[in-house]
C-alpha cells in the first residue's frame, strides 16, 4: 500500500475508533509491518502538525490516538458538557504513586506502604480510571492486582510508565523518614 493511502487508512481508523489502537492491531489492519506502521504514525503525526489542525496524534506506550489538541480544549467544552474535574488528594496521590512504581500490586501491599487502610483510594483511583484491575496474585486468597491505566499516562503527560521520574536512594530515605514520622504520630493520636 502506498504511504499516502496508509496514512489515510491509519487516520480513518483511528477517528472510527475513537480510543486507543494498539500499533499491533494497527499493523494487521494495514497489512503492514509494525515497523512500516511506525513510518505511517509519523507521516499522520507530521500531517496534523504542518496543518492548522485541532487534532494531534498521541502516542501511548505501544498505542495510539487521535486527540483534540490541548490548546483548542476551550471551544471543545463550549458545546460538550464540561467532564467532571478529577480531585486528588494527598491520599490518593499517595495511593496512585505506589501504583504507579509498584505496579502490578496489591491493596494489601499498598497499605503496608501507606501505613492505613487505602480501599477508599483504590475504589477512587478506579472510578476516575487511572488504574485498573491487572490480574490476581498467585498468593494465598489470591488477591488482585492493580496497574495504571492509558488515562494515568495522558493525564500525567507521559507516554510510558519508564517515563516517571526515578528517585533516588536519598529521596527514599526521606520519604521512608516523614512516612515513619505520619505513621508515629497518627499512633499516638489513636493511644491518647
Request: proline share 3%; aromatic share 6%.
Amino acid at each position: 500500500m502506498e504511504l499516502k493511502k496508509a496514512i489515510a487508512a491509519a487516520e480513518a481508523i483511528l477517528f472510527a475508533m475513537g480510543s486507543s489502537v494498539r500499533i499491533q492491531d494497527l499493523s494487521k489492519a494495514l497489512e503492514m509491518s509494525e515497523k512500516d506502521t511506525v513510518r505511517v504514525i509519523a507521516g499522520l503525526q507530521a500531517k496534523y502538525e504542518q496543518q492548522d489542525s485541532g487534532i494531534t496524534v498521541t502516542q501511548l506506550e505501544d498505542a495510539v490516538q487521535l486527540c483534540t489538541k490541548s490548546e483548542y480544549y476551550e471551544y471543545l467544552i463550549r458545546i460538550a458538557s464540561v467532564p467532571k474535574k478529577i480531585v486528588l488528594s494527598d491520599a490518593l496521590l499517595e495511593s496512585l504513586a505506589i501504583v504507579a512504581y509498584k505496579q502490578p500490586v496489591t491493596k494489601a501491599e499498598i497499605a503496608a506502604i501507606r501505613g492505613v487502610n487505602c480501599d477508599s483510594s483504590i475504589d477512587r483511583l478506579l472510578s476516575f480510571g487511572l488504574i485498573e484491575e491487572l490480574g490476581r496474585k498467585d498468593a494465598p486468597g489470591r488477591p488482585i492486582l492493580f496497574g495504571t491505566t492509558e488515562q494515568f499516562l495522558r493525564s500525567f503527560g507521559v507516554k510510558s510508565i519508564e517515563e516517571l521520574p526515578s528517585l533516588n536512594d536519598q529521596q527514599i530515605r526521606e520519604f521512608k523518614e516523614e512516612a515513619e514520622e505520619e505513621a508515629s504520630a497518627n499512633l499516638s493520636k489513636i493511644t491518647m
